[in-house]
């Protein structure tokens, strides 16, 4: 499956942004979709998954009741919608998918998509 993410742009904080992973190649129903970012001079890190089947999700802290993760199996497409956004939360956000059930492990994610940029001004 190849992944396409887009959405990214800049923001003042509080603002909001929705993110969006497409898939091709492969329907994105039997796939855990996660989202991780990286921020500059820093690892990637796990943001959030959504799994495939019942749609359970999982939230890294830092963005647990602020960010909400979806999916679109219609459309091929896993959202990130981002609200009250800070100035930390600026980077690359990176989404990739997974054959199984995931969680916060990057080395759980086989398929990988190119980055946005997401750049929150204080």
């Known amino acids: 499956v190849q992944l396409q993410a887009s959405g990214g742009g800049l923001v003042q904080a509080g603002g909001s942004l929705r993110l969006s992973c497409a898939a091709s190649?492969?329907?994105?129903?039997?796939?855990?979709v996660g989202w991780f970012r990286q921020a500059p001079g820093k690892e990637r890190g796990f943001v959030a998954v959504?799994?495939?089947?019942?749609?359970?999700?999982l939230y890294a802290d830092p963005v647990e009741g602020r960010f909400t993760i979806s999916r679109d199996n219609a459309k091929n497409t896993v959202y990130l919608q981002m609200n009250n956004l800070k100035p930390e939360d600026t980077a690359v956000y990176y989404c990739?998918?997974?054959?199984?059930?995931?969680?916060?492990?990057?080395?759980?994610?086989?398929?990988w998509g190119q980055g946005t940029l997401v750049t929150v001004s204080s």
């Open positions: 990739a998918a997974s054959d199984g059930w995931a969680t916060r492990l990057l080395a759980e994610y086989e398929h």
């Open positions: 190649g492969r329907t994105f129903g039997p796939y855990s």
């Open positions: 959504i799994r495939r089947s019942e749609s359970s999700t």
